[in-house]
C-alpha cells in the first residue's frame, strides 16, 4: 500500500515541543558539568563526593530516558540500534491496535445505548423541532430542498421512473385474487346488502324515469295489427311488475332473487381466487389497461402537478412566506408527541435500538477503516505528527529521570558512606 503524507504542520506545539527538549536537554547537559567539576575537585574537597555521586546518577539517568524517548520515534544519533524508531516501523501494528481498541471501548453497543439512553435524543429533538425558529429552518431547507430537486430532474426520467414503478407494482399483484378478496371484504356481515338496496331503487327510479322510452319500445317491438290499447296495457304490466319485483327483493331478506344473488356473488369470489382461466383473463385486462396510452399521460400529468407544487412552496419559503404546512405539521406533530411520554420512551427506544444496530454492523469496518487509515500514512510523518502530539509530555520523563537518578545516586552513596 502507498504511502498517504498528512500536514503535521503546528508551529505552537512544536515551539512548545522544542522548548521542553531544550529544558531536558539543559539539565542533563547540567548534570554533565557539575560531575566533571565534582571529579575534578572532589581530591581538594571529599565532600563533593556526595555531589559526583548524585551527578553521575543524574547523568546515567537523563542518558537512559533519553535514549528511551528518542527509540519511540526514531533511531538515536541515526544509529540503527535494534528495538529503536519504535513508532515507523510498527506504525501498522499501532493502526491496528488503535482501531481494535476504538472497536472494542467506544463502539461498544451496550456503551452507546447506555450513553444514548442518557441523553434522551427523541425528547431533545422534539423539544428542539417545537421552537418556531428551528421548525421553520427544517420547513425551508425542506422546501428548497424539494423545489431544487423538482428543477433539476429531467422530467421524462420522473415519467419513466412513474410508469416502471406503477407497472412494476401492478404486475406484482395479481388482479384476480385482488378483486376477489376486495368483494369478500365487501360482502362480509351482509355489508353488500347496503349497496343492493341502493341498486335497486336505482332501477326503479330509472324505470319510473324512462316509462315513455318503454311504452315507445313495446310498440316498437309488438304487431302491427295490436291495437295501441293492448300494447299499453302490456307496457303497464311490464313496468308494473318490474316495479313490484324490485320492491319485493328490496323489502324481502330472503326471496329467492336475493339469495340467487348472494349465491351467484360467492361463487364469483370463489373462482376469482381459485379459477387460472379467470386469473388469466383479469392479466390480460389488466395488461391491456397499462399498455393504454392514459397510463403515460396520467405520469406525466401527475409529475407536472407535483412538480408545480413543490417549486410554488419553495418559492413561497424563499420569498419569506408565513409558516407553510410542512412547519405548522412539523411543530404540531412535535407538541403531540411531546405530550405523551409513554410514546417519547417509544421513539427513544427505537432510536437507540436503530444507531445500536448501525453501530453493531459496522463497528467492524470503522475498526478497519482507522487500521487502513493508518497503514496508508507515511511512516515518518506519522511518527513526527505523534511525537508532536505527545512528544512534549514525555520530555517530563527525562526531567524526570535525570532528577531521580541525581536522588537515588544521592542515596546509594550515602549509605555506601555509613557502612562502610
Known amino acids: 500500500m502507498a504511502s498517504v503524507p498528512f500536514s503535521v504542520d503546528d508551529p505552537e506545539k512544536q515551539a512548545r515541543l522544542n522548548s521542553m527538549k531544550r529544558r531536558a536537554t539543559?539539565?542533563?547537559?547540567?548534570?554533565?558539568?557539575?560531575?566533571?567539576?565534582?571529579?575534578?575537585?572532589?581530591?581538594?574537597?571529599?565532600?563533593?563526593?556526595?555531589?559526583?555521586?548524585?551527578?553521575?546518577?543524574?547523568?546515567?539517568?537523563?542518558l537512559a530516558h533519553w535514549f528511551a524517548v528518542t527509540a519511540l520515534f526514531r533511531h538515536p544519533l541515526?544509529?540503527?540500534?535494534?528495538?529503536?524508531?519504535?513508532?515507523?516501523?510498527?506504525?501498522?501494528?499501532?493502526?491496528?491496535?488503535?482501531?481494535?481498541?476504538?472497536?472494542?471501548?467506544?463502539l461498544s453497543p451496550e456503551l452507546i445505548r447506555a450513553r444514548l439512553g442518557e441523553l434522551r435524543l427523541a425528547e431533545r429533538v422534539l423539544r428542539w423541532v417545537a421552537e418556531p425558529e428551528h421548525a421553520q429552518r427544517v420547513a425551508q431547507s425542506v422546501a428548497r430542498g424539494l423545489a431544487g430537486g423538482a428543477r433539476v430532474l429531467k422530467d421524462e426520467d420522473v415519467q419513466a421512473l412513474i410508469d416502471r414503478a406503477v407497472a412494476a407494482r401492478v404486475r406484482r399483484t395479481p388482479l384476480a385474487p385482488l378483486v376477489g378478496n376486495l368483494l369478500a371484504h365487501l360482502t362480509a356481515d351482509n355489508r353488500h346488502e347496503q349497496l343492493l338496496d341502493e341498486a335497486l331503487r336505482i332501477l326503479g327510479r330509472t324505470v319510473e324515469e324512462h316509462e315513455a322510452v318503454i311504452?315507445?319500445?313495446v310498440r316498437a317491438e309488438s304487431p302491427w295489427w295490436i291495437p295501441e290499447g293492448i300494447d299499453d296495457r302490456i307496457h303497464d304490466k311490464i313496468v308494473t311488475g318490474i316495479e313490484r319485483t324490485l320492491e319485493q327483493v328490496g323489502q324481502d331478506r330472503e326471496h329467492p332473487l336475493r339469495l340467487r344473488f348472494d349465491a351467484a356473488l360467492a361463487r364469483f369470489i370463489e373462482r376469482l381466487r381459485t379459477d387460472p382461466e379467470l386469473a388469466g383473463r383479469a392479466e390480460a385486462i389488466k395488461e391491456e389497461m397499462l399498455a393504454h396510452p392514459a397510463v403515460r399521460q396520467f405520469s406525466a400529468a401527475l409529475w407536472d402537478d407535483v412538480k408545480q407544487s413543490l417549486i410554488r412552496y419553495g418559492e413561497q419559503h424563499e420569498a419569506g412566506a408565513g409558516a407553510g404546512p410542512i412547519e405548522q405539521g412539523l411543530r404540531s406533530l412535535a407538541d403531540a408527541v411531546l405530550a405523551d411520554p409513554e410514546l417519547i420512551a417509544k421513539l427513544d427506544r427505537w432510536l437507540i435500538e436503530a444507531i445500536a444496530g448501525l453501530v453493531e454492523q459496522y463497528r467492524t469496518d470503522v475498526g478497519k477503516f482507522i487500521s487502513d487509515t493508518v497503514a496508508a500514512w507515511d511512516p515518518e510523518a506519522t511518527s513526527r505528527k505523534i511525537e508532536l502530539q505527545i512528544g512534549r509530555d514525555l520530555q517530563f520523563v527525562r526531567i524526570n529521570g535525570t532528577v531521580v537518578g541525581a536522588l537515588v545516586g544521592l542515596a546509594l552513596y550515602t549509605l555506601s558512606r555509613f557502612l562502610a
Open 78 to 106: 541515526g544509529i540503527p540500534i535494534p528495538h529503536t524508531a519504535i513508532v515507523p516501523r510498527r506504525k501498522d501494528r499501532i493502526g491496528g491496535a488503535l482501531g481494535n481498541f476504538v472497536q472494542r471501548n467506544f
Open 215 to 217: 311504452r315507445e319500445r
Open 26 to 62: 539543559g539539565l542533563l547537559l547540567l548534570a554533565v558539568a557539575v560531575f566533571l567539576g565534582a571529579v575534578a575537585y572532589e581530591g581538594a574537597y571529599p565532600g563533593l563526593g556526595y555531589v559526583r555521586a548524585a551527578a553521575e546518577a543524574a547523568v546515567v539517568g537523563g
